[in-house]
């Protein structure tokens, strides 16, 4: 099983970042989990630059999600909203094939954040038929460096749940094959 774990966050010490390397680090041998922190290099969307004429970066990300059996997203929570570059990332996937089916299940490095949520599971249900709505994993880091998050998240009731989840979407994703 392919995993691409997107954060929503540009920041070099993000909370969510660190929740998916962790995630990657503590996954079973049989998953296999790709973390992508590079929402900045994605130009701005523009339906004019489709086609042939969509950007290096562009198609080197919509590779990157193709190559996944599916995908999970963490993003903080900006101005009661899904941040910027994330979004922009979502709208090139938008008019495209490679995400319509994906499975696609969300994580949360916060205790907070419920109105980015909302909205990016409305916008998440509208871009893939297999969003997995259900199936969500919530680790509160805010205010935690990496190192302490890292060291919390390697607590053994939360090496559990996050292992406990990659084991939940690895099997969502083989049945929705069979």
Known sequence: MKI?????????????TTLLQT?????????????????????VFSPDAQGERTPMAVREFLEIVCAHDCIIISSPEYIRAIP?????????LVSRVEVIGKPIALVHASHRGDDMLASLRLVLSTVSSNFLEHL????????KSPEDAVKFLCLPENESQIRSFLLDLEALVISARA
């Open 23 to 43: 995630m990657k680090n503590l996954a079973p041998l049989d998953i296999d989990v790709s973390v992508f922190h590079g929402l900045q290099a994605l130009p």
């Open 136 to 143: 969500f994993l919530r680790i509160p880091l805010i205010g």
């Open 4 to 16: 691409l774990a997107i954060s929503g966050s540009t920041r070099e010490a993000s909370t969510n």
């Open 84 to 92: 910027g570059g994330l979004k922009n990332a979502i709208d090139w």
